[in-house]
């Protein structure tokens, strides 16, 4: 089965077409970012712009690489939630026009579970049941896959989401936007033991999270060094962030595998390119007997491939969603 489907939530405008859940024949991804830049973060109202002037284009690009026509796709699966609502109803308004036109099944997708979806697409061996730890620009979850389509929350974020923690800090150290990726790059240069920032563990049975504490003690740590007129070592504190964050992320991981007796975890969502996650959640699952997984970078960050292979699975197991289907920001896992 052959879907082709759309990725519109934020500032990416992603088009893919993934046979049987598992096999990318495109995935195309036109970033927006370096239009948003300039703002420091995505403009709701700019990004549905660009998506309306290039999505037709994209859809057009998908086609010509594969060499498919339209007459070879069976389905049309399409992120309706969470995410900016204008920049949803691009996508999902083209993919309703397209399965009507072409008389095929519409498919939404909770963008988040497609995220998880993504490390199906690199590993034909995984299968549910596994733990998630979802880190994104907007979520930051535990989320157990029982089966194909049997999610559970089993922690979350009680303020900022992680990648918005790495986005507000990269902003007030003049890194820029995004402030994952620039965070990453100048943690690299930088001490991570030099500043003993918090790290927010809670509850040591409960797994949530709480970043706001962190990103507060890094403005004021700035401050205190601004009105000191101390200077300020900026790949220093980004590599002491960095660590803050990545230790609470992955000790809450692991302890909620154990608590559940989960040998095998995956990690997703745009902070999970971070190769300081990468390298610690590999690290720490090996000390446990786990099996980690994550995707590439690509997969990590929003596109249009998870979105295709979660499709897959909610059509084999809900069947369609039916044209009245409606975009959701706020849709909850
Ligand atoms: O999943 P995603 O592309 O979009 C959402 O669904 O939100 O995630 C975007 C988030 C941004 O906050 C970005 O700063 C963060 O992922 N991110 C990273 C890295 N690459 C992207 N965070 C830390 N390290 C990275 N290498
Ligand atoms: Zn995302």
Redesign the pocket.
Known sequence: MKILSIETS?DETSVAIVEDGRKILTNRIYSQIPIHQKYGGVVPEIASRNHVTKLPYIIDEALAETGLTLKDIDAIGVANGPGLVGALLIGLSAAKAMAYSLDIPLIGVH?IEG?IAANFLQFPELAPPFLTLVV???HSHLVLVKDYETFEVLGKTRDDAA??A??KVSRVLGLGY????A??KAAKNGNASAIPFPRAFLDKDRFDFSFSGLKSAVLNYLNGKKMKNEPIVVNDVAASFQTAVVDVLVAKTIACAKSINMKTICIA???S???LLREKMTAAANDEGFTLYYPEPILC??NAAMIGSMAYYNYVNRGESGLNLNAMPGLKI
Do not use: L
């Open positions: 934020c963008h995220h994104s620009g907007g990648g918005e790495f986005d995004p402030g994952g990726p965070i990453d969502g745009g902070v390119a971070n190769s960050t929003d």
